[in-house]
């Protein structure tokens, strides 16, 4: 089936769509924003995967020895350090070219 025939307006939706503009005035990030935002944008993103995978092992192999509140702080590790992957890989995308 035709996609004209599911919906007769599609092709006059697309004439009628307006982008919105992709930068503004009042987004513009500060310098110390862009600083750290260039700094970060460094990190090889791969990095903090592995950090974030060596800090899994090592809170199974402290909880494996006995340490049970020190395995459990090493393993708060690893949302945050996934986090910040995600960010950087987030800066390197949208930084402007």
Known sequence: MDPEEQNPASRE???V???APVLRVEHEEDSF???VE??????PSSSFLAASIA???L?????LSG????SQFVGMWVAPLLLM???NKLVKISRPR
């Open 13 to 15: 939706s697309l004439q």
């Open 17 to 19: 769509y307006m982008p």
């Open 33 to 35: 924003t862009r600083i």
């Open 38 to 43: 260039h700094q970060t944008a460094r990190v």
């Open 55 to 57: 800090s899994m092992v």
């Open 59 to 63: 809170s199974v192999a402290l909880e």
């Open 67 to 70: 340490h049970q509140r020190w």
């Open 85 to 87: 992957g995600i960010y």
